[in-house]
C-alpha cells in the first residue's frame, strides 16, 4: 500500500473494515522497521506489520467494549497445581519425583480427602497453597484457556474438574461456590477488559479449528 491508499474490505466478526494508510515512519524513527532493515526485510513486511497492528487495536477496542457485563454468572474457584513431570539435563530422579506427586495428588482426590488439606499439602503455587487454594470468584472472560473455562462453569458446586495438563503446569479445580448473578468488582473489570482481546483471538482460532503446526509434523494424525 501506498500512503493515502485504501485497502479493500477486510472482513472480522464485527462485519468489514477498510484501512487507509496516513504514514509511513523512515527507518531511523522506528524500531521495529530498524530490526526489518537489519534483518532484510523490505517495506512490504513492514507495511503488513503496520496493517496487523491497525486490526489489532480494533479488534482490541472492541472486545473491550462488549467483554465487561455485570451482573454475571460467576464461579468460585480453588486449585492444586504442581509442575508437569518432565526430564530435564538428564534429571530422571526428578522427573520420577514429580510423577509420584502427581499421582499422588490424584489419589487424594479419588480417596474423597478434603480438597483444601490437599493444596496445603501438594500446590506448588505459594500465592494460594496456605489458602487451601482459593482463587477467589471468576466470570467469564477471566479465564483465557477457553476449555478450562468451559469446564469449570459447567462443574457443580463442590465438584473437582478432571486432571489438566499441559507443558508447564498439571492442575485440577474445585468449584467452591457458583452465583448466577454476582456484580464484578473493579479489579475484576480491569481483568477482563485486559484479557479481552486474546479471550476473543482464543475463541476466533478454536471457531475456525486454528492450530499451531510443528514443522515436519504437519500430517501427522
Known amino acids: 500500500m501506498s500512503i493515502g491508499q485504501i485497502s479493500d474490505p477486510v472482513k472480522s466478526q464485527y462485519g468489514y ?6 504514514e509511513l515512519r523512515a527507518p531511523d524513527q522506528s524500531v521495529f522497521a530498524q530490526r526489518a532493515t537489519k534483518y532484510g526485510y523490505g517495506a512490504d513486511v513492514i507495511k503488513e506489520h503496520v496493517r496487523y497492528d491497525i486490526l489489532r487495536d480494533e479488534y482490541t477496542k472492541r472486545a473491550q467494549a462488549q467483554s465487561v457485563q455485570s451482573p454475571t454468572d460467576q464461579v468460585h ?14 534429571d530422571f530422579q526428578a522427573f520420577t519425583d514429580q510423577l509420584k506427586k502427581v499421582s499422588d495428588v490424584q489419589k487424594a482426590l479419588d ?3 478434603d480438597f483444601a488439606e ?3 499439602q501438594y500446590s506448588e503455587d505459594t ?10 470468584w471468576f466470570a467469564r472472560g477471566m479465564i483465557t484457556k477457553l476449555d478450562i473455562e468451559k469446564d469449570v462453569f459447567a462443574l457443580d458446586a463442590g465438584k473437582v ?3 489438566k495438563s499441559d507443558q508447564s503446569q498439571t492442575v485440577w479445580y474445585k468449584v467452591l461456590e457458583k452465583d448466577p448473578s454476582r456484580a464484578l468488582d473493579d479489579d ?8 479481552a482481546y486474546d479471550y476473543w483471538f ?3 482460532k478454536k471457531a475456525h479449528q486454528i492450530q499451531k503446526l510443528v514443522p515436519g509434523h504437519e500430517l501427522d494424525t
Not at 496456605?130 to 482463587?135: A, E, P
Open 111 to 113: 480417596d474423597g480427602k
Open 188 to 195: 475484576q473489570k480491569k481483568k477482563i477488559s485486559d484479557h
Open 202 to 204: 482464543q475463541g476466533q
Open 77 to 90: 474457584l480453588a486449585w492444586v497445581a504442581v509442575a508437569s513431570p518432565k526430564v530435564s539435563g538428564g
Open 17 to 22: 473494515h477498510v484501512i487507509q494508510l496516513l
Open 127 to 136: 500465592a494460594t497453597s496456605d489458602k487451601g487454594g482459593d482463587l477467589g
Open 161 to 163: 474438574s478432571a486432571q
Open 118 to 120: 490437599i493444596a496445603k
